[in-house]
């Protein structure tokens, strides 16, 4: 069956240090991939999308990976701050298909 | 900033009513989404419009459930009648170009729907 699995286990990381999530797929064939944060409340918000011929994508402070023979995704966020306390989404679109399916999401808490 | 707005933000009803939000997307786009969010399942797309014509509801149960786009301004989903199991966020976005699915989807904040 095909599934999209991030962390649903909280990521309790300190301020400054690089917090790490990773979105691993299942009998997808992905033509690109998306990553959103979602605030309490709020509606999911784009942050980065990755194709499937790309193995890295920066902005700012985050880092996405994507490696089509692992099948994982790894979103980064470096020098990591309270602000970036939310739950990220990883989205998928399978080629030969038009609908982009979200994972459940990983909440990731940065302590002061 | 343009953002998508949804109507309305909250909505409490007994089970048996009809209900209907809505969505007014972001000026220019030409791509709607209509998504509903559990805990248990996460965003699933309910259904999709291009240029206001109905591209695929296929995740939306058709009995009870539907989608229109009166003008390209406005978007609305309906059930009718509701069911408990019907309680979730749902969420409207929208998005650019021909190849709107390659774009980054814009959310509005949602309708919490509670049913008795």
């Known amino acids: 069956s095909q599934k999209i699995e991030q962390n649903s286990e909280a990521l309790n990381i300190q301020e400054g240090k690089t917090a790490t999530l990773t979105c691993n797929y299942t009998?997808?064939?992905?033509?690109?991939l998306q990553w959103y944060r979602q605030d309490p409340g709020r509606g999911p918000v784009f942050l980065l999308l990755?194709?499937?011929?790309?193995k890295e994508k920066r902005k700012e402070r985050l880092k996405v990976t994507f490696d089509t023979t692992l099948k994982q995704s790894l979103f980064h966020i470096t020098a990591s701050q309270p602000a970036d306390s939310a739950t990220y989404l990883c989205?998928?679109?399978?080629?030969?298909?038009?609908?982009?399916?979200f994972g459940t999401g990983t909440r990731l808490l940065v302590s002061p | 900033d343009a953002r998508v707005t949804q109507t309305p933000r909250h909505k409490v009803t007994e089970m048996g009513q009809e209900v209907t939000m809505r969505c007014q997307p972001i000026?220019?786009?030409?791509?709607v989404f209509w998504y509903r969010q559990t805990m248990m399942q996460g965003l699933e797309l309910l259904a999709y419009?291009?240029?206001?014509?109905?591209?695929?509801d296929s995740g939306m149960p058709k009995d009870r459930f539907s989608a229109e786009m009166p003008d390209a301004t406005l978007a609305t989903l309906k059930i009718q009648p509701s069911e408990p199991r019907d309680s979730a966020v749902y969420f409207c976005?929208?998005?650019?170009?021909?190849?709107?699915?390659?774009?980054?989807?814009?959310f509005g904040d949602g309708t919490r729907l509670s049913i008795l």
């Open positions: 976005a929208s998005g650019l170009g021909d190849r709107g699915l390659y774009q980054p989807q814009h």
């Open positions: 990755i194709r499937e011929n790309e």
């Open positions: 989205a998928l679109l399978n080629t030969g298909f038009q609908k982009l399916v």
């Open positions: 419009f291009r240029n206001r014509a109905p591209l695929d």
């Open positions: 000026l220019g786009h030409n791509t």
């Open positions: 009998n997808y064939s992905p033509a690109y």
